[in-house]
């Protein structure tokens, strides 16, 4: 067991070893959702840029608050009108017009007392400044609006436009080559005998790899050969990162390790101490971060969200790369085996978490993934989890841009 990496250790050298790339290219805000900011944005235009009205109904002094005002003129949005004011005077106003400044209070149509004949009834209690938004309230020239790292989302792109800003700086997409390994797979478009095995790890990952971002191309499946091995493997340098799956645990036909190791692989770890999952490879070879994870899709798949993403996120340059982890009321009891951590399929809702058909699913099965949308992970003393016992879980669909959360403590 000790020659086993510790599960936390693991992680932490995984996004240790990761570097953000230095890449970058100027795209368009129409194109750019998903992608992480490369460069901090400041707010060039005040929001608002001028002092607006935020109800329609009529812009006063609140010092006239209780009188009968002549409404002098209307004020649509878009309008440019100048301060004219006389004692007793008004104006009627629009969403989002433009307050001109001898007026510092907006009173909504409904809550005047009576409007008639160009004339206004204000109630005696008045808030001077209600419904008036003021330049730069929200965000003034020079505030900070996004910062490097922050991934650009359809609200980031509203907040841009509204700044004239449409072409940003962006870290380059990553290349990603996903590998398989194995003489017995079959590709999903070839005719399969019943004993032959369909390749879905590849389409597996590279479809989570897109539902979380990147962009991913599959380079084929190795022989189960190390001299072909080590020859595909020198032809996939040229890429940021490479995915495999299979081929690096102890048989016969694992040659995986030995071909990167040939090309130069520098391993962090090989096998972590972790049900299922546990042969999973990590290292650097040159500039190339390797991921070689194991060959069952379930093990494959659950190791891709613990180890892979967060590294991934933190090459793209993202400041969100740590599991969002959620605290949860374990609904029924089950079982786990001491000894080593170990990773449980659920499914969290409303603050409760359910365990993936009582924990008794084969790591190679590939349906369960489907039936859950969290990981629980224990630690190497747990043997029973309890009813109502409070669990932490990480959520397949998250994560969050402050420290990781140590699941252990």
């Given at each position: ?170 870290y380059k997409k990553l290349t990603i080559a996903v590998v398989s390994t194995g003489n017995e797979l079959k ?223």
């Amino acid at each position: 067991m000790d020659k086993y990496a510790n599960f936390k250790d693991a992680v932490d050298w995984s996004i240790d070893l990761a570097e953000v790339t230095l890449l970058q290219e100027i795209v368009h805000i129409e194109d750019a959702i998903g992608r992480v900011l490369a460069e901090d944005i400041v707010c060039l235009k005040n929001l608002p840029s001028f002092n607006n009205s935020a109800m329609d109904g009529f812009a006063i002094k609140s010092t006239d608050a209780g009188k009968r005002l002549k409404v002098i003129k209307t004020i649509l949005a878009g309008e440019n009108a100048d301060a004219c004011l006389k004692d007793d005077e008004c104006y009627k106003i629009m969403t989002g017009a433009k307050v001109p400044n001898d007026a510092d209070t907006i009173i909504p149509i409904e809550n005047v007392l009576d409007y008639e004949n160009n004339a206004v009834t204000i109630k005696e209690s008045v808030v001077k400044n209600a419904c008036l938004r003021f330049k730069g309230e929200e965000k003034a020239v020079d505030n900070l609006l996004f910062s490097k790292g922050e991934v650009v989302t359809s609200a980031m792109v509203a907040i841009l436009a509204s700044q004239g800003i449409t072409m940003l700086s962006l870290y380059k997409k990553l290349t990603i080559a996903v590998v398989s390994t194995g003489n017995e797979l079959k590709e999903p478009w070839e005719s399969a005998r019943e004993d032959e095995i369909y390749n879905c790890n590849s389409y597996a990952i590279i479809s989570l790899l897109k539902e979380k971002g990147f962009e991913a191309t599959y380079t084929g499946v190795v022989p189960d050969s190390l001299e072909k091995s080590i020859t595909f493997v020198a032809g996939l340098k040229s890429y940021d990162v490479i995915i495999t799956t299979g081929g690096i645990s102890m048989g016969d036909a694992d040659f995986m390790a030995e071909a990167f190791q040939s090309n130069g692989l520098k391993i962090a770890f090989h096998g972590v101490n972790i049900k299922p999952g546990r042969p999973i490879m990590m290292g650097k070879m040159q500039k190339t971060f390797v991921m070689c994870l194991p060959g069952n899709p379930l093990t494959a798949m659950v190791n891709m969200y613990l180890f892979s993403l967060p590294v991934l996120h933190k090459m793209q340059g993202s400041l969100s790369i740590y599991h969002d982890i959620d605290i949860a009321t374990n609904s029924k009891s089950f079982k786990t085996k001491s000894g080593r951590v170990n990773v449980v399929l659920g499914w969290y809702k409303n603050g409760v978490y359910e365990v993936t058909q009582n924990n008794k699913y084969g790591s190679g099965m590939i349906t369960v993934l489907h039936e859950s949308n969290c990981i629980l992970v224990t630690d190497e003393s747990t043997a029973l989890l309890s009813e109502q016992e409070q669990v932490k879980v990480i959520k397949f669909n998250c994560l969050y841009t402050k420290d990781q959360v140590d699941l252990f403590n």
